[in-house]
């Protein structure tokens, strides 16, 4: 009789751990679908970013895209700060 119980137990808490393991792994795949999802999403956006840059160059060669690629916006800023502080 001690025996059956300590069998019944030991397979309630198989099963416990089991169904607590399967919880995990499903958590774990629905969050690297998200994961994946935004990695998609990203490479698509970096694509178009890449793509309308290249039109807008191809059409605008003289136009700043960038501030960084500005050097009078630079210059401009420079000469701002440098009157702020003084």
Do not use: G
């Not at 751990?17 to 994961?35: G, P």
């Not at 999802?37 to 698509?44: F, G, I, K, L, V």
């Not at 793509?51 to 003289?62: A, C, G, Q, S, T």
């Not at 700043?64 to 916006?73: G, H």
């Amino acid at each position: 009789m001690k025996n059956k119980k300590q069998y019944e137990f030991i397979i309630k808490t198989l099963q416990d751990l089991l169904q607590k393991t399967v919880t995990q792994y499903d958590w774990c795949l629905e969050q690297n679908k998200k994961v994946m999802s935004t990695e998609t999403d990203n490479h698509y956006l970096r694509w178009k970013v890449d793509y309308l840059e290249k039109k807008i160059r191809d059409h605008l060669p003289e136009v700043a895209l960038y501030e960084k690629d500005d050097e009078e916006f630079n210059r401009i800023k420079k000469d701002s700060e440098s009157e702020h502080a003084n």
